[in-house]
Nanobody, 127 residues
């Protein structure tokens, strides 16, 4: 079992920044690829960013490229999502997720690939 706890969400004005953290426990963190997902009311959960086990490979949704950065610290068992230039449409609950393997980079954004999920943290961007 892997336990994931997100933090860092909150209310921010458009154009502002937030950094989300996801602390993992229970298994060897470096054995898991990680993803950040979000879900807005009435919408499907979507992957905004993903990172490989060693941090050497990342993937981003087109809607956040150039604004969001995913990173990880395997010594601290934590994955981060730095969010800059936030827009009202970024408002959602943000979840981190873990998987032992994507099975290919093209599968990194797929929710079904991930075995473990956190409870989520709310991000609200006001206009």
């Amino acid at each position: 079992q892997v336990q994931l706890v997100e933090s860092g969400g909150g209310l921010v004005q458009a154009g502002g920044s937030l950094r989300l953290s996801c602390a993992a426990s229970g298994r060897t963190f470096s054995n898991y690829a990680m993803g950040w997902f979000r879900q807005a009311p009435g919408k499907e959960r979507e992957c905004v960013a993903a990172i490989s086990r060693d941090g050497g490979t990342t993937s981003y949704a087109d809607s956040v490229k150039g604004r969001f950065t995913i990173s990880r610290d395997n010594a601290a068992n934590t994955v981060y999502l730095q969010m800059n230039s936030l827009k009202p449409e970024d408002t959602a609950i943000y979840y981190c997720a873990a998987t032992r393997s994507w099975g290919g980079l093209s599968r990194a954004p797929m929710t079904y690939v991930y075995e473990y999920w956190g409870q989520g943290t709310q991000v609200t961007v006001s206009s």
